[in-house]
C-alpha cells in the first residue's frame, strides 16, 4: 500500500502568511493526488485535483504542485476562512489512502 | 445541485449490525462511482469502500473486508454499506462520496466530489 506523508501535522499563521503543507508518497502517483480542505464539523471539499488543477470555485490563492513522490499545498496569502485540516489523497494504487492531515490554525 | 445524505447511523454494541444508506440527487447517479469514507472521531480520513457505476467492482479496506458489504440501487439513486460483526475500533463518521475521474490530456486522475454530510456510528456496550 502507497503511504502519504503530511507535513507539518499543524501549524500557526496569521491572517496575510504564506503557507505551504507538504505531502510525500511512499512511491510515485503519478498525478492522481489531491488535496482536501475541511472546517470544523463539516464535510471535506476537494481544492486541488490531478496535482496542480483549481476545483471550480475555489480561490486562486489555492495552489498545488509536485509530482511522483512530492507533492505542495501552497495558500499564497491566508484568510481567515482558509482555517482548517488539509488532506492529500492519492488514488494511482489501491487502496486508495489520505495523508494524515494538516491543521492550519491562527497564530 | 448535487448532493449526497447519509443515514441509518447509530449507536450499536459489538458484534452488531448496522446498514447505511446515501440518497444522491442533482446527477446521473448510475454514470457515477462511489465511495464510502470514514473519520473517527478526532482523527483523519480512511478510505473504506468503493463501487464502480454498474456496481460490478468493489473494493474495501483491509480493516473491513468481510465485515462491510458496499451496494447501489441506481433506480433509486442510493448507495449502501451494510456494516456487520462491528467493533469499537469502526466507531467514526461515515461520510459518502462520489469519484469524479478525468483522463484528457494532460490532465488525468480522480477526486472525490462532493461529500456527504455524514452519518455517525458508535459501537460501544
Known amino acids: 500500500d502507497i503511504q502519504m506523508t503530511q507535513s507539518p501535522s499543524s501549524l500557526s499563521a496569521s491572517i496575510g502568511d504564506r503557507v505551504t503543507i507538504t505531502c510525500r508518497a511512499s512511491?510515485?502517483?503519478?498525478?492522481?493526488l489531491n488535496w482536501y480542505q475541511q472546517k470544523p464539523g463539516k464535510a471535506p471539499k476537494v481544492l486541488i485535483y490531478?496535482?496542480?488543477n483549481l476545483q471550480s470555485g475555489v480561490p486562486s490563492r489555492f495552489s498545488g504542485s509536485g509530482s511522483a513522490t512530492d507533492f505542495t499545498l501552497t495558500i499564497s496569502s491566508l484568510q481567515p476562512e482558509d482555517f482548517a485540516t488539509y488532506y492529500c489523497?492519492?488514488?494511482?494504487?489501491?487502496?486508495?489512502?489520505f495523508g494524515g492531515g494538516t491543521k492550519v490554525e491562527i497564530k | 445541485e448535487v448532493q449526497l445524505v447519509e443515514s441509518g447511523g447509530g449507536l450499536v454494541q459489538p458484534g452488531g449490525s448496522l446498514r447505511l444508506s446515501c440518497v444522491a440527487s442533482?446527477?446521473?447517479?448510475?454514470?457515477?462511482?462511489m465511495n464510502w469514507v470514514r473519520q473517527a472521531p478526532g482523527k483523519g480520513l480512511e478510505w473504506v469502500s468503493y463501487?464502480?457505476?454498474?456496481?460490478?467492482?468493489?473494493y474495501y479496506a483491509d480493516s473491513v473486508k468481510g465485515r462491510f458489504t458496499i451496494s447501489r440501487d441506481n433506480t433509486r439513486n442510493s448507495l449502501y454499506l451494510q456494516m456487520n460483526s462491528l467493533r469499537a475500533e469502526d466507531t467514526a463518521l461515515y461520510y459518502c462520496?462520489?469519484?469524479?475521474?478525468?483522463?484528457?490530456?494532460?490532465?488525468?486522475?480522480?477526486?472525490?466530489?462532493?461529500w456527504g454530510q455524514g452519518t455517525l456510528v458508535t459501537v460501544s456496550s
Open positions: 489523497r492519492q488514488s494511482y494504487r489501491a487502496p486508495v489512502s
Open positions: 442533482g446527477f446521473t447517479f448510475s454514470s457515477y462511482e
Open positions: 463501487i464502480s457505476n454498474s456496481g460490478s467492482s468493489i
Open positions: 462520496t462520489r469519484e469524479v475521474r478525468r483522463n484528457s490530456g494532460v490532465i488525468k486522475g480522480d477526486w472525490f466530489d462532493p
Open positions: 512511491q510515485s502517483v503519478s498525478t492522481y
Open positions: 490531478a496535482v496542480s
